[in-house]
T-cell receptor
Framework: RKEVEQDPGPFNVPEGATVAFNCTYS??????FFWYRQDCRKEPKLLMS???SGNEDGRFTAQLNRASQYISLLIRDSKLSDSATYLC??????????FGGGTRLMVKP | IAGITQAPTSQILAAGRRMTLRCTQD?????MYWYRQDLGLGLRLIHY???????GKGEVPDGYSVSRANTDDFPLTLASAVPSQTSVYFC?????????????FGPGTRLTVT
């Protein structure tokens, strides 16, 4: 079982929609989590860190649920430019970043 | 330059050949990493270095070696390439190793081993 798991999608949504992705992790000792964004044939880039109390950055909201060991990313008012693959990232038992397989989002006009 | 550069951008390599992927950063980051990305498997850590002069093994180190002679450079060598090493390789760096550090990625090297 992978230490960080995501639904690969794709999630196909219309512009303006709200969409949410979940990601589950197995290492209960993980302290830090992130969401990265990866455009097609490009490198991953940090979208946002995930804080215990939840955090918001514009249209993006990240939540952490330690009891159920999942993190979520909510995107409001989706834009065409949000189309990308979103990578959930946690830490493994060796204290190294471990990436989920990514969730692909396609926002349609 | 600003950030991380990787070379080559892409390469087709015959099986059994030796190949070194280059990675250079100018951010004076202490930690550097090599990942491979394969469809359905996501990014997997090959090797890492928390500071110049030290290296460590990641999740999939077999068939690869690294060196960290200085802060800026972190080359990845395939001593004798095999087709299963066909992948996209990303180099990354962070200010220091361990938790709570954003990693900055290079543009990647697409390697095909035939």
């Amino acid at each position: 079982r992978k230490e960080v798991e995501q639904d690969p999608g794709p999630f196909n949504v219309p512009e303006g929609a709200t969409v949410a992705f979940n990601c589950t992790y197995s290492n209960s000792a993980s302290q830090s989590f992130f969401w990265y964004r990866q455009d097609c044939r490009k490198e991953p880039k940090l979208l946002m860190s995930v804080y215990s109390s939840g955090n918001e950055d514009g249209r993006f909201t990240a939540q952490l649920n330690r009891a159920s060991q999942y993190i979520s990313l909510l995107i409001r008012d989706s834009k065409l430019s949000d189309s990308a693959t979103y990578l959930c990232v946690g830490y493994n038992a060796g204290n190294m970043l471990t990436f989920g397989g990514g969730t692909r989002l396609m926002v349609k006009p | 330059i600003a950030g991380i550069t990787q070379a080559p951008t892409s390469q087709i390599l015959a099986a059994g050949r030796r190949m070194t992927l280059r990675c250079t950063q100018d951010m004076r980051h202490n930690a550097m990493y090599w990942y491979r990305q394969d469809l359905g498997l996501g990014l997997r850590l090959i090797h890492y270095s928390n500071t110049a002069g030290t290296t460590g093994k990641g999740e999939v180190p077999d068939g690869y070696s690294v060196s960290r002679a200085n802060t800026d450079d972190f080359p990845l060598t395939l001593a004798s390439a095999v087709p299963s090493q066909t992948s996209v390789y990303f180099c990354a760096s962070s200010p220091s190793g361990g938790a709570a550090n954003e990693q900055y990625f290079g543009p990647g090297t697409r390697l095909t081993v035939t």
